[in-house]
Every structure is written in C-alpha cells, then in structure tokens.
C-alpha cells in the first residue's frame, strides 16, 4: 500500500475512534464531597476531601466582616435571599480563609447543607457552563472565585455581569457567588483613568467595567491590623497548636518577623507560626 493510502487509512481509523470514544461527562456528583474545584476544557468538578482552611475562631481583626458573612451565608444555607459577596481589600488579611471557614461552620451548623465550589480567575469564561451543571445539581452552592480582577481588554467580566444581575437566565436560585479581591472595583485605577482620559463621553467608558462590582449586593473591606490585633491573632494560634512559648518572647519574635515583612497580617501571622513550630519542632 503506497504511503499516501496508508496514511490516509490511518486518518480515518483514528477519526473512527474518536468518534466512538465516549465525550468528557459534564454532570457532576456533589452528593460525593462539600467542596469541590471547577475546571473548564474539559469541564469537570473535582471533588476536594481536605480544604485547606482555619478555623473561624482563630481569624482576629475581622469580627464585623465575619458576623456579616456569616449571616448572609447562614441564610443562603437556609433558603432565604442573599446577596453575592464581594471581599475586597489589602493582600494577606484573611479574605479567602474567611470563606472557607463560614463554609466549614454552616456545614458543621447543619451537615451538608452547603457546597463550595472554587473557580479560577482564568476559567470565568466558562462560567455559565458550570451553573448549568450546579443548578441541575439542586444542592445551594456557594461559587467562589480567589484573587479577581480584570485587565485592560479582558472581556471576561462580561461573563461575570450577565450571570450575576444582568442576563436572561442569570444566577440560579441554588448558587451565590463569593469573590475575593485587593481593588474595590476588579479593575486597576490606572485602567479607569487611562479609560476616561482617552473616551468621548469618559462616564460612559468606564461604566460597564465599574459597575460590575455593584451587582455583588455585599461589600465587605479588609485591611492590614493594628498591633494589638497581630499579637492577638500570633497568641490565639500559639494556644490553639499548644506551642510552649512565653508571651513575651512570643510577642517581640513575632513584631521582629512583622517588621521584616513590612506589614502585619493575618497571613504574616501564620508564616511566622509555622516558622515558630519548625524551629519548635512542633507540628500543625
């Protein structure tokens, strides 16, 4: 058979065996897990056994933030009306770990009764595809999306808009979205001025993008602590873990660690304690 021919033949078995192989299942069991990770191309839900989180008790500094979350989750997790959140502020101030544990207490509240399902920034586009398969699931869902902004020309926030407030269908009565930040608005301040600068009516031009922050019903802002709060946060992880330290010496390592980072946090106060328990020789 000549080469050509062959290849040809090849080409055709091979399309054959596509054709027969079965297609990426989009449905999705989310009675097997509470939390679960979407990914697009194929899209699929992974089911996460252990979420990396801490407990609710140990975040300091962000009670008010807390109780609101809390509360508009606990309703959501109840069936009544809740808005989408939107938690926005400095880097490192327990934006994302505040979500995960108000998931972690409705679920210990009442058992099973809430999924969290976390999307990433570079899978927004396929959005809709995944409230599809959330919304056929019927179990309420928080959808949560860590670390979310837009740059200039990205046009996947129109994905966002249209399934939070603004398209036909929009969100399903069985999912609210929860998104994490460090802008207000999901976009740079030098993308809005460069966009008013250089438009014809420069309200207008920034109008779609800016507005997107408006359809999450709950702003909550985070910021860095003051000091009193960074040791609070260092001492409550330290008896927690049982990490034999006195508080003084514990105090003055931990501003020595905060003063070298150039911030006090809620995440530099946990760096500094898994520094503490290795040098300890302590696990966590």
């Not at 990433?120 to 056929?136: A, G, N, T």
């Amino acid at each position: 058979m000549p080469y050509a021919d062959a290849f040809d033949a090849l080409a055709r078995i091979a399309d054959a065996l596509e054709r027969l192989a079965p297609k990426p299942s989009t449905e999705a069991d989310l009675g097997v897990a509470d939390a679960f990770v979407w990914h697009a191309d194929p899209d699929r839900l992974e089911p996460i056994a252990n979420v990396n989180r801490v407990d609710i008790g140990l975040l300091q500094g962000i009670e008010r933030q807390r109780e609101q979350l809390l509360d508009n989750t606990r309703r959501f997790a109840n069936g009544l009306p809740a808005n989408n959140a939107l938690l926005w502020g400095a880097r490192g101030t327990g934006k994302s770990s505040l979500v995960k544990a108000v998931h972690a207490t409705i679920n210990a509240e009442r058992p099973a009764s809430l999924v969290l399902v976390e999307i990433h920034r570079e899978d927004i586009p396929s959005l809709p595809r995944c409230l599809r398969i959330l919304k056929d699931s019927g179990r309420r869902t928080v959808l949560f999306c860590d670390d979310l902004s837009f740059d200039q020309q990205d046009d996947a926030y129109k994905s966002l808009k249209a399934v939070l407030e603004g398209g036909i269908e929009g969100r399903p009565a069985n999912v609210v979205f929860y998104a994490t930040s460090n802008r207000r608005h999901l976009m740079a301040r030098d993308m809005i001025d460069n966009e008013r600068s250089t438009a014809i009516n420069p309200g207008e031009a920034v109008e779609e993008k800016v507005s997107l922050s408006d359809r999450f019903g709950l702003w909550l802002g985070f910021h860095h602590v003051a000091q009193d709060t960074y040791f609070a946060i260092v001492e409550g992880y330290v008896a927690h873990y049982g990490l034999p330290i006195a508080v003084d010496e514990l105090r003055r390592e931990a501003n020595e660690w905060a003063v070298t980072r150039g911030a006090r946090s809620g995440r530099v106060a946990w760096q500094f304690i898994q520094d503490l328990a290795g040098r300890l020789g302590k696990g966590l």
